[in-house]
T-cell receptor
Framework: DAGVIQSPRHEVTEMGQEVTLRCKPI?????LFWYRQTMMRGLELLIY????????DSGMPEDRFSAKMPNASFSTLKIQPSEPRDSAVYFC??????????FGNGTRLTVT | RKEVEQDPGPFNVPEGATVAFNCTYS??????FFWYRQDCRKEPKLLMS???SGNEDGRFTAQLNRASQYISLLIRDSKLSDSATYLC????????????FGTGTSLTVIP
């Protein structure tokens, strides 16, 4: 079975540019999570969806961040405009209810 | 108070040693517990779920103490390949399938 698939693996962009991160969850999983990881703050939950509906977006840092899940097999996390402090590794994860999370390989974002 | 707390370490142990990590959680209604392993510059991967009766997988043993609200991970006969960060994860009841991660404990196994 394919795991959670994220793209791109690496993204380098200049401050002010729009960044779009993509995620394909494991087929059949009805929960999808977006996390951000930095050395300073560890793993932070940004937002999660259940059956394509956002359930908790309290971790989204500010209005520059938005996430969508148009269908069960695809989600995007968009940052517009990007800033250097957004540099981090962004993980997407999926799960069934009360089952462990499965993470994608992550997108390493660098904003210069 | 954080939902989940772990000693960040680092733990530096010689090959063959036994090492134990503890993790405490604040929500007594927590119902699911996991240990994840994260290698440098990689994603977290499930190491094992933690069951009420305790469970073992080869050299790894996980324990749950609900009364004291902590879980533990014991690694016996440490291998160089065990070097990683170990993350404790807790899922309380009635939080809509939300997972709470500890900050991780760093382990380095030395030859």
């Amino acid at each position: 079975d394919a795991g959670v698939i994220q793209s791109p693996r690496h993204e380098v962009t200049e401050m002010g540019q729009e960044v779009t991160l993509r995620c394909k969850p494991i087929s059949g999983h009805d929960y999808l999570f977006w996390y951000r990881q930095t050395m300073m703050r560890g793993l932070e939950l940004l937002i999660y969806f259940n059956n394509n509906v956002p359930i908790d977006d309290s971790g989204m840092p500010e209005d520059r961040f938005s996430a969508k899940m148009p269908n069960a097999s695809f989600s995007t996390l968009k940052i517009q405009p990007s800033e250097p402090r957004d540099s981090a590794v962004y993980f997407c994860a999926s799960s069934l209810f009360s089952s462990p999370l499965h993470f994608g390989n992550g997108t390493r974002l660098t904003v210069t | 108070r954080k939902e989940v707390e772990q000693d960040p370490g680092p733990f530096n142990v010689p090959e063959g040693a036994t090492v134990a990590f503890n993790c405490t959680y604040s929500n007594s209604a927590s119902q699911s517990f996991f240990w994840y392993r994260q290698d440098c510059r990689k994603e977290p991967k499930l190491l094992m779920s933690v069951y009420s009766s305790g469970n073992e997988d080869g050299r790894f043993t996980a324990q749950l103490n609900r009364a004291s609200q902590y879980i533990s991970l014991l690694i016996r006969d440490s291998k160089l390949s065990d070097s990683a960060t170990y993350l404790c994860v807790v899922m309380p009841e009635n939080t809509g399938n939300q997972f709470y991660f500890g900050t991780g404990t760093s382990l380095t196994v030395i030859p």
